[in-house]
């Protein structure tokens, strides 16, 4: 037996405001839409991971997602344009990422990475 992916669900009563910051800054793709729910992701690969953390690492809070990207600064120069929290960084890790920590719209802290 084999994981073949792992979903985080969001409780949110508006799941279409999502779509700004997962879909049109991030670029995940949309994967379902049935109304009441709505994945994105991404259709050229899955990946499985799972992280059990007790910190964020460099002393900030665990996030509630982690997201790697090919451009961080991009991502941060867009979610700061959108409007959205930005709680910590951007910052070079010493583990060899620059990442931000930012809120998306349903107040989840989100890990946004690339490795360096």
Do not use: C
């Not at 839409?33 to 992701?41: E, F, L, R, V």
């Not at 900030?60 to 941060?76: G, Q």
């Amino acid at each position: 037996m084999k994981v073949k992916r792992i979903v985080s669900n969001i409780y949110s009563p508006e799941p279409l405001r999502a779509k700004k910051f997962y879909q049109d800054i991030l670029g995940l793709d949309l994967l379902m839409d049935h109304g009441w729910i709505i994945t994105y992701g991404n259709t050229e690969k899955m990946n499985v991971q799972i992280s059990f953390a007790v910190e964020g690492g460099s002393g900030t809070s665990v996030p509630d997602l982690s997201i790697e990207v090919d451009d961080v600064n991009e991502a941060f120069s867009l979610m700061q344009e959108a409007g959205f929290r930005t709680e910590y960084g951007p910052v070079d890790e010493a583990w060899g990422v620059r990442r931000f920590f930012v809120r998306d719209p349903f107040a989840k802290l989100v890990n946004i990475l690339q490795h360096i």
